[in-house]
């Protein structure tokens, strides 16, 4: 027999870290829901607005309170399932500290303006390359885990905690390879469609491998241990497991349908999203039917109240997931709040509602109390949380629907009857209310948890009890057992086979072996990825270029790049899809060779703001600048922030040339620009400067920012209407 302790401690120190970042990141999301009720909340403060903290709010939901708890999950159930201490306590101290420091960095930059634009993927690079060498850290962690473990077959928990590690570090490394113009800044190696197509085959799949597998990891394992019943079904987790983990990776392009992406992905996408029913009821079944025989104790026990809720949303989470995916629902759905609600049905009522569950369950016993300091405050929280979450997905389903009836509403005469957008904007206003007022019950029910935690951790005992626990090392030969005999009387080669198949010996084998086990995952993910992503980027007829589209000038990429810091892809598209209703309103819908140059991509996932891609030349500078001081003097009903910082900030013009450098290595025709990028930047800024003043508007803005901006939304989507230049001497592009 072999003798150890269990390392609680780092299960401690992450469930601290996972409710401390829980209450920030919905802090922050309350804010920005009242900005968007009431705009003058933000004071017109840079760090206070819509833009900067929108990001902010969904990587603290993300990856500091979600992250932290299933880490806080996974370092708990690993030993215990295992029978081992984890593999080294410097690793898991590294890992710890490591991701909170990331935590931070995210918090300080975000709201500063530096960002990569990238859904789920916005941080910059130096951090970037710090949440792949803490990735790195757990997945040698646990790894060696698995391979000193005492337990000879691994649990089903394990299996989806291998799934994870595993994707999330395809994912992430792939999808944020970049090249730095500062130690600030970087661009995306991939442009416009490759990008899109990129972005959202790690955004989808972070939605899948950071906040599903993990997650039902851990319903795999604390249920059954609330209810003190056992799984329901060993062959329906195995079905789940690999055919979730198969499918899921090929669902990332459904987000990009009518949208200049190829039809075939998107279609694709499509196919293998509607695929995803079966694998994600088969688990919510699974963990729902393994409290049969043992409902009578969810009436009184809040633990299985939070388990049952959070299994119940992933049902309805996943069921309306593959529904948005079809192309005719999408069409009304995509760019509206309906998204937004769909998102945080899943984020507030799967993942927090199991971490809360987790939370309650653990408390007790890793503090050594016995029992919450008030059971009471629990099933308070429970109810309020429950109802916190209704007002807000109900209100934002209602928005969303809204949003998308009236976009697309023609009067009898054939023209659109809302043509202008605002009026979408000031008809949601009550419903950004009740939203607004529903995170705030969250926010405050998560506010109880918090005090109800700290007064059960102010019982704890002096020194806490660290048990020895002994178990026998695992035998170094190991025969795996006879399968059952064969029920068929004749033998039929291909019948015994699948009776084999049917009888899964051969998972059991594979559940012995850690490192062939988490082989197939890896392959099983590469599949769908490589399928998908290659042909997109080697068949040159999936993006189409156009004579006609040139780069943007080194003023021009200046500007975009305080858009990108600005955070107004968070409220504006970029993207005019080939839909009766769009075009009317944008006019001619995008084209995949407009994109060519766009590092990254800005097609945006929302509108609360009208789409963009047409915006080049509607309107005369000084509106573009008065709208840019101050929303409300162009229209009342406006909530867009104000941004009056970028008529005094000055613009970095030396500081132009390293981005006009790195666009260039990217292969962007950028000629005499390369060297003479902040002379041409102030010349074009004197132009606009001059044309302003004859507008009669502002007469001390050449050097600002704003000029920047204004340079690059004049420049939106007007390439596809000029001439082709004319070809050169030697008949090559100009």
């Known amino acids: 027999m072999e003798q150890f302790k269990y390392d609680d401690d780092i299960s401690r120190k992450f469930m601290a870290a996972t409710i401390l970042w829980g209450v920030v990141g919905m802090l922050v999301g309350v804010i920005i829901a009242f900005e968007l009720a009431f705009p003058k909340i933000s004071m017109d403060l840079p760090w206070l607005s819509f833009g900067r903290l929108r990001p902010l709010h969904t990587n603290a939901a993300i990856f500091a309170f979600a992250g932290n708890g299933f880490f806080t999950a996974i370092y708990y159930s690993t030993q215990r399932l295992c029978k081992t201490r984890m593999f080294s306590d410097k690793l898991s101290r590294v890992h710890f500290w490591g991701w909170q420091g990331i935590i931070v960095s995210a918090a300080l930059t975000l709201p500063l303006g530096i960002t990569q634009s990238k859904e789920y993927a916005e941080l910059e690079w130096p951090i970037d390359i710090a949440v792949v060498l803490i990735w790195v850290v757990f997945a040698v962690n646990f790894i060696g885990t698995l391979i000193k473990r005492r337990e000879r077959h691994m649990y089903v928990a394990l299996w989806f905690y291998i799934a994870t590690i595993v994707t999330i570090a395809i994912l992430y490394i792939f999808n944020n390879l970049s090249i730095p113009a500062s130690a600030t800044k970087s661009y995306s190696i991939y442009a416009g469609v490759q990008d899109a197509l990129m972005q959202w085959w790690y955004g989808h799949n972070a939605v899948a491998f950071f906040l599903t597998t993990p997650f039902l990891g851990m319903m795999y394992y604390f249920l059954p241990k609330a209810a003190g019943r056992p799984v329901y079904s060993y062959r329906l987790s195995i079905i789940h497991f690999w055919s979730l983990v198969f499918i899921y990776i090929w669902a990332g392009p459904h987000h990009l349908h009518y949208t200049a992406l190829p039809m075939w992905a998107s279609t694709l996408g499509m196919v293998f999203s509607v695929m995803l029913w079966m694998p994600s009821w088969g688990g919510m079944i699974n963990g729902l039917m393994t409290l049969r025989g043992a409902w009578h104790k969810v009436a009184a026990d809040p633990v299985l109240k939070f388990f049952v809720v959070a299994i119940t949303f992933y049902g309805m989470s996943t069921f309306e997931g593959p529904l948005l995916s079809i192309k005719t629902v999408n069409s009304l759905s995509h760019y509206t709040d309906w998204t937004i609600a769909h998102v945080h049905s899943g984020t507030l009522g799967w993942n927090a509602f199991m971490i809360f569950g987790m939370v309650y369950w653990l408390t007790p016993r890793l503090f050594q109390t016995g029992k919450m300091w008030s059971s009471k405050l629990t099933e308070i929280h429970f109810w309020a949380g429950t109802i916190g979450i209704l007002l807000y997905v109900i209100s934002i389903y209602a928005a969303g629907l809204t949003q998308g009836l009236m976009w697309r509403a023609f009067d009898q005469t054939g023209n659109l009857q809302y043509p202008d957008f605002v009026e979408t904007v000031s008809r949601l206003m009550p419903f950004y209310w009740v939203r607004a007022v529903g995170g705030t019950v969250f926010l405050v029910a998560t506010l109880l948890m918090a005090f109800n935690v700290i007064k059960t951790w102010m019982m704890r005992p002096k020194t806490y009890e660290e048990p020895v626990q002994s178990f026998p ?97 968070n409220c504006h598209s970029q993207m005019v899809r080939p839909l009766f209703h769009e075009t009317e309103r944008y006019g001619e819908y995008s084209k995949p060779g407009e994109f060519v140059y766009d590092y990254p991509f800005q097609w945006g996932s929302r509108r609360i703001g009208p789409d963009l891609h047409r915006v080049g030349g509607k309107y005369s500078h000084d509106w573009q600048v008065r709208h840019m001081e101050n929303p409300r003097v162009i229209n009342l009903k406006s909530v867009m922030p104000a941004y009056p910082w970028l008529l005094d900030q000055d613009l970095d013009f030396e500081g132009i040339a390293s981005r006009v450098r790195v666009m260039a290595l990217l292969g962007v025709p950028y000629g005499d620009a390369v060297s003479n990028a902040p002379d041409m930047a102030r ?38 209407s000029k001439p082709a230049p004319a070809a050169d001497e030697n008949g090559g592009a100009p």
């Not at 559940?511 to 062939?516: A, N, Q, S, T």
């Not at 010349?683 to 044309?691: K, M, V, Y």
């Not at 302003?692 to 007469?699: F, H, K, N, P, R």
């Open 473 to 569: 090392a695992l035998a170094k030969k190991y025969v795996d057992p006879k399968g059952p005999e064969s029920v068929l009387e004749t033998n039929v080669g291909f019948g015994r086979r699948l009776e084999a198949l049917t009888n899964v010996v051969w998972h059991r084998k594979w559940e012995r072996l850690p490192i062939k086990f988490t082989v197939w995952v890896t392959i099983a993910v590469l599949i769908g990825s490589l399928l998908e992503i290659i042909p997109t980027f080697l068949i040159k007829s999936n993006v189409p270029t156009i004579a006609s589209v040139q780069p943007y000038t080194p003023l021009e990429l200046a500007g975009r790049d305080i858009y990108i810091a600005e955070g107004c892809y």
């Open 683 to 720: 010349e074009q800024a004197r132009q606009i400067s001059e044309e302003l003043i004859a507008q009669g508007g502002y007469t001390d803005l050449e050097g600002k920012k704003i000029i920047a901006l204004v340079a690059y939304l004049q420049r939106l989507g007007t390439d596809i």
